[in-house]
């Protein structure tokens, strides 16, 4: 399986060009600000979360937080401020914290994210996250092995990972993998199979036949077919095997253990277009094609993933280019900047009043409108989606 990198395909361009020719005079973003400590936990409480001065300290010392800077005095009281951005990373951490406690997790996607945080730990924080993540699938198997057998007769992992697929497959929601495509439920038990076989490095020459279903339980499978632009999977259902030797966790978990700083920086410039730019090839395909276009809808809330998404995505990265796949990776993130880069014109353009926005769309060729104004609906919904208001609640 090869991404074949057409995923800025003509029709986001048009858009693009579209899009370009709106006038706008002025920014409507709020200049950064430098604040006080009790000014960052009031723009906290005001986005739902309950930050005490103990926890922002335990944040600070850890490195997930920038210390504040003392820039004068209030009389004899000397007077300390947080460097602009510190209430925009204040914010992620919290939103991060709600999907795990594991601080090491958090580390990452703040590291991801660009955010400045003690790099030096990034590393190490990987590599926990990693060996625990293998830890806990060990235990679910060896728990599952003994449910399947209570006479205490040996179950293989392998077996009870069929089991534990069959399961997952009945849960409803998105867990593990996105329903948005219909399959009955002993198929999906397969593909699900299939995936974590994968995921953990399981020889997988007999299950080749499950590669296609495992496309159809990731819902990418829609990526095979479709208008040229949005056709983004090349190749056999098959060869998803080959990726093995990049996304299991052994791998991983090796991966994070020997990167090089270069090699992990690069590996966050390619895993930052991910995150920032599949979310909006996902919202532009959608609003052309519909929900379930091009297979990408699992994609559209990646920016909201749980933290330990990131500790599987950057050593899988540098798994990607130690195995000769930078110039794939290299045609891939352009294209996602080059998505990347219309946020602000669709920021904006969401941001004006309601008749000012109508007019600026009218602007656009009239067979784009419909599509513009559905990008704009799901682009709120998923902003929506990212900063809704909150109850209350401490973290």
């Known amino acids: 399986m090869r991404l074949s990198g057409r995923l800025s395909g003509s029709r986001s361009k048009s ?3 579209t899009m370009s020719k709106w006038e ?3 920014s409507l973003r709020a200049v950064e600000e430098r604040l006080t400590t009790q000014q960052l936990q009031e723009r906290a409480w005001a986005a739902g979360f309950e930050i005490s001065q103990r926890r922002l ?3 600070r010392y850890r490195g997930l937080m920038p210390r504040p800077e003392r820039v004068g005095s209030d009389g004899k009281a000397p007077r ?3 460097p602009a951005g510190a209430e925009e990373q204040l914010l992620a951490l919290c939103r991060y914290r709600e999907a795990t406690k594991d601080l090491e997790a958090v580390r990452v996607a703040l590291w991801v994210d660009g955010f400045p945080v003690d790099e030096q730990g990034v590393r190490e924080a990987i590599g926990t996250v990693l060996v625990g993540m293998r830890n806990r699938v060990e235990d679910a198997l060896a728990e599952e092995a003994r449910r399947a057998d209570p006479a205490g007769e040996p179950v293989t992992p392998e077996t009870a990972l069929d089991a534990l697929a069959y399961r997952a497959a009945g849960v409803h929601g998105n867990r593990p993998t996105p329903r948005t495509i219909r399959m009955r439920r002993a198929e999906r038990a397969h593909g699900i199979s299939f995936l974590a076989r994968l995921f953990m490095g399981y020889d997988l020459d007999e299950r ?8 159809r339980a990731m819902g990418i499978s829609a990526g095979r077919r479709g208008p040229a632009p ?9 060869e998803l095997a080959d990726l093995r030797s990049i996304i299991s966790l052994p791998v991983l978990i090796k991966a994070a253990e020997t990167s090089t700083d270069v090699e992990l920086r690069r590996a966050r410039q390619f895993a930052r277009a991910f995150v920032h730019g599949l979310p909006l090839i996902a919202l532009f395909a959608e609003a052309m094609l519909g929900p379930r276009a091009a297979g990408l809808a699992a994609a559209k809330n990646i920016n909201q993933a749980d933290p330990e998404f990131y500790c599987m995505l950057v050593p899988a990265l540098v ?4 195995s000769g796949y930078a110039e794939n990776l290299d045609t891939i993130q352009t294209a996602l ?4 880069a219309l946020a602000p014109d669709l920021e904006q353009l969401a941001a004006l009043p309601e008749a000012e926005r109508k007019r600026r769309i009218q602007i656009a060729p009239a067979s784009e409108r419909p599509q513009l104004r559905r990008l704009l609906q799901l682009q709120a919904e998923q902003q929506d989606a990212k900063t809704g208001k909150r109850s209350k609640h401490k973290i």
């Not at 949005?230 to 098959?238: A, F, Q, S, T, V």
């Not at 798994?319 to 130690?322: N, S, V, Y």
């Open 15 to 17: 858009l693009n060009l």
């Open 24 to 26: 706008y005079c002025g």
């Open 57 to 59: 300290e335990d944040w």
């Open 80 to 82: 300390w401020l947080y």
């Open 208 to 215: 080749l036949a499950d590669a296609k279903l495992a496309e």
């Open 230 to 238: 949005y056709r983004w999977l090349d190749g056999k259902p098959e």
């Open 319 to 322: 798994a990607a280019l130690r």
């Open 337 to 340: 900047d080059g998505m990347t």
